[in-house]
């Protein structure tokens, strides 16, 4: 049966501003689609649903909002890197992974693993690596990553090189080579969050 435009209104004024923060809401609000969608059934989010959004937004309690975190920068690479021990194989992965979030853009739970290895869900050691060479000179590493949150068929997983000390591409080819005798399907980068 279709939520109607009424209900949804009803169920965010009722349930949202008490405890909730907007992206809260929204996130319900997408489920909901996404529920309405897969099931073939109408979906009456409209105008109204965003005005009630909006207007609910307004009146959460300060606890619902968390202050912005701040920016990681090179630097923050840099002492990584001055404090990890880059010839432990736990301690190259922890600065592959770091790297490369930075450089590409990256959510870390598409890098990490947080529970047990799945090669269905999570980068393997045999998982294909495409190298190159772009017009401009500059070195590029290419592979997929099997899903994340949002992407159940994966995502590209896109590299090019800083020339910097704490380059995604540098990090990345040493946390291969350091670990050249991993079995084909163990995680590439083991780590766990």
Same mark, same amino acid.
């Given at each position: 049966m279709p939520a109607s435009k009424f209900l949804l209104s009803m169920f965010i004024t009722i349930h949202g501003p008490s405890?909730?923060?907007?992206?809260?809401?929204k996130t319900w609000m997408e489920d909901l689609c996404l529920w309405h969608m897969i099931n073939d059934t109408p979906w009456h989010g409209s105008h109204l649903l965003c005005c009630?959004?909006?207007?609910?937004a307004k009146v959460a309690p300060p606890s619902t909002h968390q202050s912005k975190r701040d920016l990681v920068t090179i630097d923050h690479l840099k002492a990584l890197q001055c404090h990890l021990n880059?010839?432990? $194989?736990?301690?190259? *992965?922890?600065?592959?992974?770091?790297? %490369?979030? =930075?450089?590409?853009? &990256?959510h870390l739970g598409e890098l990490l693993i947080n529970s047990k290895f799945d090669p269905q869900a999570h980068v393997a050691?045999?998982?294909?690596? $495409?190298?190159?060479? *772009?017009?401009?000179?500059?070195?590029? %590493?290419? =592979?997929?990553?099997? &899903?994340?949150?949002?992407?159940?068929?994966?995502?590209?997983?896109?590299?090019?090189?800083?020339?910097?000390?704490?380059s995604n591409i540098?990090?990345?080819?040493?946390?291969?080579?350091?670990?050249?005798? %991993?079995?084909?399907?163990?995680?590439?980068?083991?780590?766990?969050?």
């Open positions: 405890s909730m923060g907007n992206s809260v809401m009630t959004l909006r207007g609910t880059l010839s432990d $194989t736990f301690d190259i *992965a922890v600065f592959a992974v770091a790297c %490369i979030a =930075f450089w590409c853009c &990256c050691h045999s998982t294909k690596i $495409t190298r190159g060479q *772009a017009s401009n000179n500059t070195k590029f %590493i290419n =592979f997929v990553i099997p &899903c994340t949150k949002t992407n159940m068929n994966g995502a590209s997983i896109n590299m090019s090189d800083s020339t910097c000390n704490c540098t990090a990345f080819e040493h946390h291969l080579s350091s670990n050249i005798l %991993i079995p084909e399907l163990c995680p590439s980068l083991p780590l766990k969050h």
